[in-house]
Nanobody, 117 residues
Framework: QVSLMESGGGSVQTGGSLRLSCVAS????????MSWYRQVPGKEREWVATVNNDGWAGYSNSAKGRFTISKDNTNNALYLQMSSLNADDTAMYVC???????????WGRGTQVTVSS
């Protein structure tokens, strides 16, 4: 069983930055494909970014150029460095993981990011 615990969310002004963390336990991060999603009440969950077992990283169009996903296998952690934040980035950010990028059985509870002007 894998558990995921996110942290690092908070309130920030437009144009600001935040770094989200997700610590995995139960399986080494080196064996996991890990992703960030975000959820706004009343809207569908939106994929943000993924880093696979080989270190390949992919981003949604909204995240590309502003967010950086990284995985720290030593600390079993996933990060999302976010910059140039705007109100559209306000959401609950949730970490997910799986043995590959096509199977995502593990989800965290999320960390709230609020961007205000």
């Amino acid at each position: 069983q894998v558990s995921l615990m996110e942290s690092g969310g908070g309130s920030v002004q437009t144009g600001g930055s935040l770094r989200l963390s997700c610590v995995a336990s139960g399986l080494p991060a080196s064996k996991l494909c890990m992703s960030w999603y975000r959820q706004v009440p009343g809207k569908e969950r939106e994929w943000v970014a993924t880093v696979n077992n080989d270190g390949w990283a992919g981003y949604s169009n909204s995240a590309k150029g502003r967010f950086t996903i990284s995985k720290d296998n030593t600390n079993n952690a996933l990060y999302l460095q976010m910059s140039s934040l705007n109100a559209d980035d306000t959401a609950m950010y949730v970490c997910s993981a799986g043995p590959n990028c096509y199977s995502v059985p593990y989800w965290g509870r999320g960390t709230q990011v609020t961007v205000s002007s």
